[in-house]
Nanobody, 125 residues
C-alpha cells in the first residue's frame, strides 16, 4: 500500500519561506514521477510542480515559477518543495502525488495514482 506523508506546512507572513517534505512508502520510489498540488477552500485542485523520476526534469506552474523549487532524494524516498517569497494567494492545502512511470509533466490530478493527505500552508498579508 502506497503512503505519501507531507509535512512542513504552517502559518507565515508574506515574503517568508517554507520547505515542505513528502515521504513515500510502499512503492519503488525511483519508478515514480512526483508532483505537488494545492487546493484552497472552494477551489479546484491546482497543479504546482512535477518532477521526473530522477529529478532531471521539473515543470512549474506559472504562478510559482522562480519562487518554488522542487527536488527529490531517491535514497530517502522523499521530495521537497522549497517555497520562497510566499504570497497570500499561495494559501492552500498542499498535497503530494505520485504517478507511476511518469516524466513529471502531467498537470491533471486525474493522471496521478496516489496522494497524500496534505499539509496546510497559510500566508498572511
Amino acid at each position: 500500500q502506497v503512503q505519501l506523508v507531507e509535512s512542513g506546512g504552517g502559518l507565515v507572513q508574506a515574503g517568508d519561506s517554507l520547505k515542505l517534505s513528502c515521504v513515500a512508502a510502499g512503492l519503488t520510489f525511483r519508478t515514480y514521477a512526483m508532483g505537488w498540488f494545492r487546493q484552497a477552500p472552494g477551489k479546484e485542485r491546482e497543479f504546482v510542480v512535477g518532477i521526473s523520476w530522477n529529478g532531471g526534469r521539473s515543470y512549474y506552474a506559472d504562478a510559482v515559477k522562480g519562487r518554488f523549487t522542487f527536488s527529490r532524494d531517491n535514497a530517502k524516498n522523499t521530495v521537497y518543495l522549497q517555497m520562497h517569497s510566499l504570497k497570500p494567494e499561495d494559501t492552500a492545502v498542499y498535497l503530494c502525488a505520485a504517478i507511476y512511470c511518469g516524466d513529471g509533466s502531467a498537470r491533471s490530478p486525474d493522471r496521478y495514482d496516489d496522494w497524500g493527505r496534505g499539509t496546510q500552508v497559510a500566508v498572511s498579508s
